[in-house]
T-cell receptor, first 116, second 110 residues
Framework: EPEVTQTPSHQVTQMGQEVILRCVPISNHLYFYWYRQILGQKVEFLVSFYNNEISEKSEIFDDQFSVERPDGSNFTLKIRSTKLEDSAMYFC??????????????FGPGTRLTVL | DAKTTQPTSMDCAEGRAANLPCNHSTISGNEYVYWYRQIHSQGPQYIIHGLKNNETNEMASLIITEDRKSSTLILPHATLRDTAVYYCIVRGSNDYKLSFGAGTTVTVRA
């Protein structure tokens, strides 16, 4: 069964450093998403991406965040200058459709980001 | 902007059906009800979704009341591996994002 994969599983970084989290969505999916979950809190939407453009983003997704599809298979989330409060589990998801009825999102296993 | 209300937690006996309620009294006509679950900090897993008709797949059944103000997710034969946080999410047909609440922590006991 096809699945979303994410690398690395755990990333430790120093405050102020840049990190890139990587995701390989399901191959025939066209819509991609990032969510995060701070320990003990809710899963929060960050951004959705389609056709090389951001289709929706949350207030959390400020100028320190960016997303990119650098090639035909990867989807990345970059955090330019990490802060302590960026420590969280980051989940990538993908879906065949973006809106409408048949747009179930399938999630990857997550990358745990720890900012020291 | 919580659109759903779920019990904080519930227990279920292994092998029995688990019925998970969700209230969404302000749901509008173009909004779907989605159910996801999250097993111990893994990525959320899609279970089922529906608009107004009852739905069934290999994982679960979704019963939506006629007025659409509430729904019930049914896991027909709960196993220990069904222990997870279950999220009921209302999502508009033009929305990209999923808005997760706190969900219901379901513990299946042997």
């Amino acid at each position: 069964e096809p699945e979303v994969t994410q690398t690395p599983s755990h990333q430790v970084t120093q405050m102020g450093q840049e990190v890139i989290l990587r995701c390989v969505p399901i191959s025939n999916h066209l819509y991609f998403y990032w969510y995060r979950q701070i320990l003990g809190q809710k899963v929060e939407f960050l951004v959705s991406f389609y056709n090389n453009e951001i289709s929706e983003k949350s207030e959390i997704f400020d100028d320190q965040f960016s997303v990119e599809r650098p090639d035909g298979s990867n989807f990345t989330l970059k955090i330019r200058s990490t802060k302590l409060e960026d420590s969280a589990m980051y989940f990538c998801a993908s879906s065949e459709m973006g809106t409408g009825s048949y747009n179930e999102q399938f999630f990857g296993p997550g990358t745990r980001l720890t900012v020291l | 902007d919580a659109k759903t209300t779920q019990p904080t937690s519930m227990d279920c006996a292994e092998g029995r059906a688990a019925n998970l309620p969700c209230n969404h009294s302000t749901i509008s006509g173009n909004e779907y009800v989605y159910w996801y679950r999250q097993i111990h900090s893994q990525g959320p897993q899609y279970i089922i979704h529906g608009l107004k008709n009852n739905e069934t797949n290999e994982m679960a059944s979704l019963i939506i009341t006629e007025d659409r103000k509430s729904s019930t997710l049914i896991l027909p034969h709960a196993t220990l591996r069904d222990t997870a946080v279950y999220y009921c999410i209302v999502r508009g047909s033009n929305d990209y994002k999923l808005s997760f609440g706190a969900g219901t922590t379901v513990t299946v006991r042997a």
